[in-house]
């Protein structure tokens, strides 16, 4: 099992930045990637950007990137998004997932954390 923690959710102004944070716990060794979504009240969940563990490689979707960064602190089990040029439509509640399987968008991710929620006003 694998825990996840979010924080560092907040308020913004749009055009300013946020960084949220996910904290990691128990087999975190069998995690592949570690993926950010979110989702906005009356949308799907959707997919943000991912991780991959062990080397760092990173994947985003069209609508963050150039602005969002996804990172990583294997020694503190953390991860990390960076969001910047934060426009009103970022509003969501950002989930923190870790999959054993694969890396990317596309794979399942089995274990979610709670959320935190960042809103972005205009």
């Known amino acids: 099992q694998v825990q996840l923690v979010e924080s560092g959710g907040g308020l913004v102004q749009a055009g300013g930045s946020l960084r949220v944070s996910c904290a990691a716990s128990?087999?975190?060794?069998?995690?592949?990637?570690m993926g950010w979504f979110r989702q906005a009240p009356g949308k799907e969940r959707e997919f943000v950007a991912a991780?991959?563990?062990?080397?760092?490689?990173?994947y985003y979707a069209d609508s963050v990137k150039g602005r969002f960064t996804v990172a990583r602190d294997i020694a503190k089990n953390m991860v990390y998004l960076q969001m910047n040029s934060l426009q009103p439509e970022d509003t969501a509640l950002y989930y923190c997932?870790?999959?054993?399987?694969?890396?990317?968008?596309?794979?399942?991710?089995?274990?979610w954390g709670q959320g935190t929620q960042v809103t972005v006003s205009s």
């Open positions: 997932a870790a999959s054993p399987y694969g890396f990317g968008p596309s794979i399942p991710y089995k274990y």
């Open positions: 991780i991959r563990w062990s080397a760092g490689s990173t």
């Open positions: 128990g087999r975190t060794l069998s995690s592949i990637s």
